[in-house]
Structure formats: C-alpha cells, structure tokens
C-alpha cells in the first residue's frame, strides 16, 4: 500500500498501527517534503520510505508513489491518507473487491451510509462534494456517489494503464485518475467509509477548495468533449492536444 504524505508525523503512528500487516505485503511512504518529523517516524516504524527533495503537490506526491510501489510487483495499491482522517480496517474488503476480479478500482465512499456530516465534514465541503458530484455524474454518465475520497484500491493493469504522468501534481490529480479510467473503460466500485475529521487531519483551505472545484468541473468537462470527439486532451490521450495543463 501507499501513503502519500505532507507533515503527517502526528498522526502516522495511529495510521500505520491499523494497518492489517498479516494481509498487507509492503507499506510505502512518499515525503513530499516534510517540515516535521514524517520521515523519520516513517523509517522507525519499519516503513519503505522515499524523500521528495523538495515540493512537488499532492498529485506529484502520488505520481512517486505508483512509480514506485509498480516497482514492487506488487497486484493490489491501497492508496491511504497517513492523516487518520480514513480508517485502515476496509483495507481488506477493498483489497478483495479488486482481488474478485470484478473492479479495477474502489473508493471509500464517505457519503454512503449517509453520515458525513455527523462525523465532522464541513457543511461547506459536502454541500460542494454533493454538487460536483451531481455535475460529474451528469459529464461522465457515471452513478457514483462520491469523486473526492482519498482512500483508494487499484488494480496492477489499471496503474500500468493510465497516463498518470499527463495528470496536475496539485489536488485534482484524483479526479483525474477516476476520469480516465471510465475513459479506458475500466470498472469502479465503492464502499462505504465513516467520515473522520480531526484537527490534525490534512483539510485544504476554502480558497484551495475552491480552485480544487474548478480544476473538477475542467476535468468533467474534458471527458466530456474527449467522449464526443471535439477535442483530444493528454489526460486522456497524451498524443492529442496537450489542453489538460492549459498549454
């Protein structure tokens, strides 16, 4: 599995302590260049631990971690936030769900169950995650009930097939990657997730928000018109247009 961190050491240890190890083959943490001790505590609890010189985004941050992690020949990528904000106890049922065959990718949905709020989402961010979700499911004729999870399984071919390296490096990396693979055609499921927040638990500020909805609408958009044949996009196609970076 893999974490992609930025100044997680208060929160690492009760992360990776639920981690079911007897079923988990490997832990790899990618630093995006900590101003804590992430790093640190990452190698004293045994963890495979790659250092960012410097700051490379939430989105650069992940590209690391599959490049990486691929390396390992490993069939199964739990992709987890090390911020405790997701418990690490559905990682055997989403590593399952890949391993039935039948996805190639699940996410931990906080909205099924229907208690994001009560376990301390802002009324702002799930009134913006119900709205985008609504208008991502409209563009990519999708019925998911979440686009916004940080807590992800993927398969080996999904990973080895999708051009991750034409996504952002900021936040809306993760959009991207559910677009493309409903792009490619690959299969998606969810599972239910309790809602956790926390002061120490990583939240982007409004203005980041914001842009972050944007930067979601600008992909749904791109899948859009990449489906119906008006534009190409390297998001989705790295030999067409290079629009999905605005150049």
Not at 52 to 81: P, S, W
């Amino acid at each position: 599995m893999v974490l992609p961190a930025y100044n997680a050491a208060a929160t690492l240890e009760r992360t990776f302590g639920e981690i079911p190890l007897d079923i988990v083959d490997e832990v790899l943490l990618v630093d995006d260049a900590s101003q804590d001790r992430t790093a640190e505590i990452s190698r004293r609890l045994g963890v495979r631990t790659h250092v960012h010189e410097f700051n490379r985004g939430y989105g650069g941050n992940q590209k690391t971690c599959y490049r990486e992690a691929l390396k390992l020949d490993a069939d199964i990528f739990i992709m987890l936030h090390p911020d405790y904000q997701y418990t690490p106890k559905l990682i055997p049922a989403m590593a399952s769900m890949v391993a039935s065959g039948l996805y190639d990718m699940v996410m931990a949905s906080r909205i099924l169950g229907g208690r994001a709020l009560q376990g301390g989402m802002p009324l702002y961010k799930y009134v913006a995650n119900r709205f985008l979700t609504l208008t991502e499911n409209l563009l990519t004729k999708a019925k998911l009930s979440e686009y916004h999870s940080g807590y992800r399984a993927y398969s080996r071919k999904l990973l080895q097939k999708l051009p991750l390296e034409e996504n952002s490096d900021d936040f809306v990396f993760d959009n991207q990657v559910i677009a493309q693979a409903l792009h490619f055609g690959f299969r998606l499921g969810e599972i239910s997730c309790p809602t956790r927040y926390s002061p120490e638990a990583s939240i982007i500020n409004f203005r980041r928000s914001v842009r972050y909805g944007f930067g979601v609408l600008r992909t749904g958009f791109q899948f859009r018109l990449q489906q119906l044949g008006w534009a190409k996009f390297s998001i989705f196609d790295p030999q067409g247009r290079r629009l999905a970076d605005g150049s």
